[in-house]
């Protein structure tokens, strides 16, 4: 299975995702069209739809069989936000900038335009989020949601140096098979998000790994595909 993910990725997590979960990994290289913080992040330049990899037309890895969106990434918000896109089982959720190749799957809108970003999915009918809006509007719909105000995610700058900006719980774990990945260590949580989060990934019998020693970052989440 290929995965798309920031280049910028530590060697702990670039060796377990290589030689423990088995992926093939396409490191994203950081673009000039976006701020450093999200220059490299795959929820950014890529959304994952029933299997259909949809990107921006000026994401710096395209294959043949990719959909190419009409709009192009840029540097401003919300015009880098177009393929910011989360798919949860039947539920597909967005806001009204995603661009227009996606915009009509959506069938819930949330006003938060960084809405992968903002959720980690946890099955078919589940996920994190730290947007109270998405919380809600999620909740309304019988989902099980839980809130986590995660306020120790880091980004990265254009050096590969921890930024002073803060980053997104959604951008900081992933999903693949049945493990639930964060990458950096559980600890740099405070004590009730980290019991919180582990009780949630225990309810939807999930594995759980995480990075000992290494400072939570959010690199834009995992896009995995075949």
């Known amino acids: 299975m290929k995965a798309l993910i920031d280049g910028r990725i530590r060697d702990e997590e670039y060796e377990y995702l290589l030689n423990e979960v088995k992926l093939d990994i396409i490191p994203i290289e950081p673009s000039k069209y976006v701020y450093p913080e999200i220059s490299g992040h795959?929820?950014?330049?890529?959304?994952?739809?029933?299997?259909?990899?949809?990107?921006?037309?000026?994401?710096k890895y395209i294959e043949t069989n990719f959909?190419?969106?009409?709009?192009?990434?840029?540097?401003?918000?919300?015009?880098d936000v177009k393929y910011n896109v989360c798919?949860?089982?039947k539920y597909i959720i967005g806001s009204k900038y995603a661009d227009k190749?996606?915009?009509?799957?959506?069938?819930?809108?949330?006003?938060?335009g960084y809405t992968k970003c903002s959720i980690s999915v946890t099955s078919d009918n589940s996920c994190i989020?730290?947007?109270?809006?998405?919380?809600?509007?999620?909740?309304?719909?019988?989902?099980?949601?839980?809130?986590?105000?995660?306020?120790n995610i880091a980004?990265?700058?254009?050096?590969?140096?921890?930024?002073?900006?803060?980053?997104?719980i959604g951008g900081a774990t992933a999903l693949v098979d049945n493990t639930f990945i964060l990458f950096?260590?559980?600890?740099?949580?405070?004590?009730?998000?980290?019991e919180n989060l582990?009780?949630?990934?225990?309810?939807?019998?999930?594995?759980?790994?995480?990075?000992?020693?290494?400072?939570?970052?959010?690199y834009g989440g995992l896009i995995t595909y075949k």
């Open 67 to 79: 959909i190419i969106g009409n709009e192009s990434v840029k540097y401003k918000y919300p015009d």
């Open 198 to 218: 582990k009780k949630h990934i225990e309810k939807h019998n999930l594995k759980f790994k995480d990075f000992k020693y290494l400072k939570i970052v959010d």
């Open 129 to 151: 989020t730290s947007d109270k809006g998405i919380y809600n509007k999620l909740k309304e719909l019988g989902v099980d949601v839980l809130l986590l105000q995660a306020d």
């Open 42 to 59: 795959a929820d950014i330049f890529y959304t994952k739809i029933n299997n259909q990899i949809i990107c921006s037309p000026n994401a």
């Open 101 to 112: 190749k996606i915009l009509n799957k959506i069938n819930v809108f949330v006003n938060q």
């Open 87 to 89: 798919q949860m089982g």
């Open 155 to 168: 980004l990265l700058d254009s050096y590969g140096k921890f930024s002073e900006m803060n980053g997104f």
């Open 184 to 194: 950096g260590d559980s600890d740099y949580l405070s004590s009730e998000n980290r």
